[in-house]
């Protein structure tokens, strides 16, 4: 009696439209990223041979400030999955399928158009999509090294190994200063373009199937067409020596793989329109930050 009493309540607050309310999800605050081309990879041996340097030409896109954290994880998706308890820390324990799937699902919440046909274990891009999506490698790498705004030559000793400074202590959580946990975001100085903890903290799941890069110039790269069975992951971690949380350091997984050190940022299509439409003091300079900044303690 009482589950027909239960359903029958639901279906009266449905008609009546009394539901609980969906709970508000905020607007993840969002780094314009200026297109431009760049040297990618490292010719610094040992890592030149899975870091080969090539020129990259990219288009302006988005890329979020902070990784995704557990309370906007939570907001979206309704359950936490990370070990390290926190509503600040990025949200871990997250594999590739679980980070499209939140991407669309956060895309959905906001009215944008997914960016992702997802069926069983097999994702397809929607390119002109306006929703959120995972960063390629090429837009992580850029986004890291400062965009148009870091020293993106050809030879490794005119900028630094990391992202934001050769001062690692001051930009990144890492095995010697983490104390083996992952930290919030945004409690280490950002880089160039504002953006925080693209080196150390999480992993970060990127679009890109895992492959050798190509020793020609490119232009939007998107990774192999085919699956090589690995998608790539970025960043290094709490747990890392400083070494894996270069910029150019390139690390790999299986879509379905999880781990307390695994997580990811978000990113979004440079849209005309959404640019044209901002306040003029967000408009004039394209480095400028959507939503409410982070401020750096």
């Known amino acids: 009696m009482t589950k027909y009493l239960i359903t029958i309540s639901v279906f009266w607050c449905a008609v009546l439209g009394v539901l609980p309310a969906q709970q508000e999800v905020p607007v993840p605050?969002?780094?314009f990223v200026e297109g431009g081309t760049f040297w990618q990879g490292s010719k610094e041996a040992p890592y030149s041979s899975n870091?080969?340097?090539?020129?990259?030409?990219?288009?302006?896109?988005?890329?979020?400030?902070t990784e995704v954290t557990q309370e906007l994880w939570t907001a979206v998706m309704g359950t936490n999955p990370s070990?390290?308890?926190g509503k600040d820390r990025p949200v871990e324990n997250v594999s590739w399928?679980?980070?499209?799937?939140?991407?669309?699902?956060?895309?959905?919440r906001h009215g944008y158009t997914p960016a992702y046909t997802i069926s069983g274990s097999t994702v397809e891009w929607n390119r002109e999509a306006n929703g959120y999506r995972l960063p390629t490698e090429a837009e992580w790498e850029y986004a890291a090294r400062g965009g148009i705004k870091g020293a993106i030559t050809e030879e490794p000793l005119t900028r630094s190994p990391y992202s934001g400074g050769f001062d690692i202590n001051q930009i990144a959580w890492?095995?010697?200063?983490?104390?083996?946990?992952?930290?919030p975001v945004a409690t280490k100085a950002p880089n160039e373009l504002g953006i925080y903890d693209m080196s150390g903290n999480v992993w970060e799941w990127c679009w890109d199937w895992y492959g050798e890069y190509p020793s020609g110039e490119v232009?939007?790269?998107t990774g192999p067409e085919k699956s090589t069975g690995y998608r790539v992951l970025r960043g290094g971690?709490?747990?890392?020596?400083?070494?894996?949380?270069?910029t150019t350091y390139r690390y790999w997984n299986?879509?379905?793989?999880?781990?307390?050190?695994?997580?990811?940022?978000?990113?979004?299509?440079?849209d005309e329109e959404i640019r044209l439409s901002l306040p003029a003091e967000l408009s004039v300079d394209p480095y400028q930050i959507l939503s409410a900044p982070v401020k750096h303690p």
């Open 97 to 108: 399928l679980d980070a499209v799937k939140f991407c669309n699902a956060l895309s959905e």
């Open 219 to 221: 232009t939007n790269p």
């Open 237 to 246: 971690a709490w747990f890392t020596p400083a070494k894996l949380t270069r």
């Open 83 to 85: 070990r390290f308890s």
């Open 174 to 183: 890492y095995d010697a200063n983490s104390g083996k946990a992952s930290k």
């Open 29 to 31: 605050a969002m780094v």
């Open 254 to 270: 299986t879509p379905t793989f999880k781990s307390n050190s695994v997580g990811f940022r978000i990113a979004r299509n440079a």
């Open 51 to 65: 870091e080969r340097a090539h020129r990259t030409t990219l288009s302006s896109f988005y890329i979020s400030q």
